[in-house]
T-cell receptor, first 115, second 111 residues
Framework: RKEVEQDPGPFNVPEGATVAFNCTYS??????FFWYRQDCRKEPKLLMS???SGNEDGRFTAQLNRASQYISLLIRDSKLSDSATYLC????????????????FGKGTHLIIQP | DTGVSQDPRHKITKRGQNVTFRCDPI?????LYWYRQTLGQGPEFLTY????????KSRLLSDRFSAERPKGSFSTLEIQRTEQGDSAMYLC?????????FGPGTRLTVL
């Protein structure tokens, strides 16, 4: 089983619609959770961290369910510029030096916003 | 630009040659990471430094790969005797907290 699993899509969504992505992770010791955005042939860019209490940043809402080991991202009022690959990311390691501190990425979900 | 920088941005080499990539992290970041990304996949962790100490290496990092961060600032990643399977984007990231920021990557093509 892959450590972080995402539906690769593509998700074709009309502009203005709401779209939701999910991912699951296998390591219950995971401590930090993120969504990154990656445009074609560019580096991943941090979109937002994900907390158990849920967090919102403008049109983006992220949620973490530790019991189900499940992370979600909701995009409201989608824009053409939201077209990208969205990477679900977890960090197992303690932030204390040593140990596993590298990020584990899913394969990404490809989103296409259509005019 | 105060972000993470990487050099070169593109490298084409012949199988069997050695290549070296450089990463300059954000200046106040003490942690530096190397990842590899192939088409259709998410980045895969290779290795990690805290200051000059290399604290973790992935099993993906074969004996042909070596990374250094001699003064706790910039880092180099060397691949010896390159193989076609080494063709990928090599990404560097740095952090001070648990949030990592990525450089633009070095795209390696091994012919």
């Amino acid at each position: 089983r892959k450590e972080v699993e995402q539906d690769p899509g593509p998700f074709n969504v009309p502009e203005g619609a709401t779209v939701a992505f999910n991912c699951t992770y296998s390591n219950s010791a995971s401590q930090s959770f993120f969504w990154y955005r990656q445009d074609c042939r560019k580096e991943p860019k941090l979109l937002m961290s994900v907390y158990s209490s849920g967090n919102e940043d403008g049109r983006f809402t992220a949620q973490l369910n530790r019991a189900s080991q499940y992370i979600s991202l909701l995009i409201r009022d989608s824009k053409l510029s939201d077209s990208a690959t969205y990477l679900c990311v977890v960090n197992v390691g303690p932030y204390s030096g040593g140990g596993a501190d590298g990020l584990t990425f899913g394969k990404g979900t490809h989103l296409i916003i259509q005019p | 630009d105060t972000g993470v920088s990487q050099d070169p941005r593109h490298k084409i080499t012949k199988r069997g040659q050695n290549v070296t990539f450089r990463c300059d992290p954000i200046s106040e970041h003490n942690r530096l990471y190397w990842y590899r990304q192939t088409l259709g996949q998410g980045p895969e962790f290779l290795t990690y430094f805290q200051n000059e100490a290399q604290l973790e290496k992935s099993r993906l990092l074969s004996d042909r790969f070596s990374a250094e961060r001699p003064k706790g600032s910039f880092s180099t990643l060397e691949i010896q005797r390159t193989e076609q399977g080494d063709s990928a984007m090599y990404l560097c990231a740095s952090s001070f907290t648990n949030q990592q920021f990525f450089g633009p990557g070095t795209r390696l093509t091994v012919l």
